[in-house]
């Protein structure tokens, strides 16, 4: 079983630090000197490893290579990164009418706890931080309107009452573009930015990343370029421009590679992205995907200047998204940061079965944009809503304002994608809600009218308006539908009964403080009724009873 540990920087030697560091090469994570610094911004808090001159990796000419030596003896320390903001809160829908979000969804949090609880972790060991609602909610397929005419998006809303707290309600929103035949789409310029330092030489990194691209390269159409560009203490460009129909060169080129030697992301980030503008193509797929366990601890002198470079490089065109590896030293919030700025997915391949899910099945939603800076922003009518709360999606928050200001980024959404959000809300006059002594007093006339209930938007719960991008336009387009009385449904549809079973899941594994009366046995129990079930629901309820036997 692997179980999480903290572990503070040790004051070694340099002859000592030089014969066991990890961080720099070997697989086998030791304590490192004091000499590798952790660097974090004040207007930042993502962190990235920079290892100093002088560090361990070249305390020695020796081991100037970052050679792969270490003592087997060591234990295994557990060097994970997550971070998450504070859990979303109520508001007041009097006071706070509007909820505004980025609608970019990645998966890489519900893949990634299931490999912990599949490693045998108890409820207590997993990190609540690596847990993402919006990310488990999102990981699943729902059976959602496809878009009519020439609408970019099918949006699909219900509302029903809510599982884990009988006063309350859940409203569900779902959005979902249209499919895509990859034979009929652009042409691509793939980048392939793997990482190959000696940290990938275990078996479910490099070597699963390996099989994974193979079957991506496979399935792909021939029309298009791919490259390869690995970094470890350099990088090296394994494939420039290679066609797609050349796909034997290709798996020879994935076959080759080897993990060795220190992790300089910077430089395979610089040269990757030189690459793709070498063999950027005018209207096609430009996509740089890295392939990494996370760790960044050599060339980085400024995360800032890295994340502008990424950003720069997504306005002219070439997106980046991220796979995630391997275990004891992802760091996700590196990676999570990083796809987010290169308006792409970040994924964690824990299997080939992940890696063909992403890679293959989910290939179109991966690849193809077809709207970016996606928003979403839902208003809540008074007269009916107290108040609510979402679920999920805290570093997707965006000021209100910024839903109609096309110079602040939104989410990008891919052929065939769904983005699905679930509200918890407190109806007007139900147990829970609040009620304000001088707002509920007030003699304005317009606030009274809204409280009628024969007033012209009463029946509204509230209305859903979207905002996107054409992939090559500057200027966003606009559309909204109303959620109501007709939405409700007291049993409710499937679609919001096994989001709203995904939901409680993940707020017992975060330990979330509105779970409620939230259990795993209710989980179970409510998988039962699940008719429209398939592989990956039947696994989340496997996982459920997992951690139920080991609680």
Not at 531 to 541: C, L, Q, S
Request: overall charge negative.
């Amino acid at each position: 079983m692997r179980r999480q540990m903290k572990v503070t920087p040790v004051v070694l030697s340099t002859i000592i630090a030089a014969s066991s560091i990890c961080g720099c090469g070997s697989s086998k994570m030791t304590e490192t000197a004091a000499t590798t610094a952790t660097e974090t911004k004040s207007d930042s808090s993502y962190e990235y490893e920079t290892a100093t001159e002088d560090s361990a990796c070249y305390a020695t000419e020796a081991y100037e290579e970052c050679t792969d030596m270490y003592y087997p003896e060591e234990p295994q320390y557990n060097t994970e990164s997550y971070e998450k903001p504070e859990e979303n809160g109520y508001n007041l829908v009097s006071t706070k009418p509007l909820s505004t979000f980025a609608a970019d969804v990645d998966t890489a949090s519900y893949s990634n706890v299931r490999r912990m609880i599949e490693d045998g972790y108890t409820l207590s060991e997993i990190n609540t931080d690596a847990v993402r609602p919006e990310e488990f909610i999102n990981y699943f397929s729902y059976d959602l309107n496809n878009p009519e005419g020439n609408n970019k998006f099918g949006i699909t809303t219900e509302i029903t009452t809510c599982p884990w707290n009988e006063d309350h309600e859940l409203m569900f929103v779902g959005m979902k573009t249209r499919d895509i035949d990859l034979s009929e789409a652009p042409a691509s310029n793939l980048v392939f930015l793997v990482d190959v330092s000696g940290s990938m030489d275990e078996p479910d990194k490099l070597p699963l990343l390996q099989k994974s691209l193979t079957e991506l390269v496979n399935s792909l159409p021939g029309k298009g370029v791919i490259s390869i560009v690995t970094y470890s203490g350099h990088e090296e460009v394994l494939l420039a421009g290679e066609s797609m129909k050349n796909k034997r060169e290709v798996i020879n080129a994935i076959d080759s590679m080897s993990a060795s030697g220190c992790t300089n992301g910077e430089a395979g980030i610089q040269k990757a992205y030189q690459i793709a503008e070498d063999n950027y193509i005018d209207g096609g797929i430009n996509r740089i995907v890295m392939c990494t366990d996370g760790d960044l601890n050599v060339g980085v002198d400024n995360p800032d200047d890295l994340e502008k470079l990424i950003e720069e490089k997504k306005n002219n065109g070439i997106f980046l998204s991220v796979l995630g590896f391997g275990t004891g030293n992802l760091k996700d919030d590196n990676l999570e940061r990083l796809a987010d700025r290169g308006n792409g997915n970040y994924s964690y391949i824990d299997s080939l079965f992940e890696g063909k899910k992403v890679l293959v099945d989910e290939m179109g939603s991966t690849l193809v944009t077809v709207a970016k800076d996606v928003k979403l922003q839902v208003e809540f009518n008074p007269a009916r809503v107290n108040s609510y709360r979402l679920i999920g999606y805290e570093n997707r928050l965006m000021n209100d304002a910024d839903f109609n200001d096309d110079t602040k980024d939104g989410g990008e959404i891919g052929a065939g994608h769904s983005v699905v959000a679930l509200y918890e809300i407190v109806p007007e006059g139900s147990q829970g809600a609040i009620n304000l002594k001088y707002q509920d007093k007030s003699s304005d006339d317009k606030s009274e009218e809204k409280a009628d209930e024969n007033s012209e938007f009463y029946s509204e719960y509230a209305t859903v308006s979207v905002r996107y991008k054409e992939p090559e336009a500057d200027k966003s387009e606009l559309f909204s539908i109303v959620v109501g009385d007709k939405d409700f449904s007291e049993e409710g549809s499937e679609n919001i009964r096994f989001a709203g079973l995904v939901a409680e899941f993940a707020m017992i594994l975060s330990d979330s403080e509105h779970k409620g009366t939230a259990t795993l046995q209710d989980i179970m129990d409510g998988y039962k009724q699940v008719e429209n079930t398939d592989e990956y629901k039947d696994e989340f309820n496997q996982l459920v009873r997992m951690v139920a036997k080991r609680s």
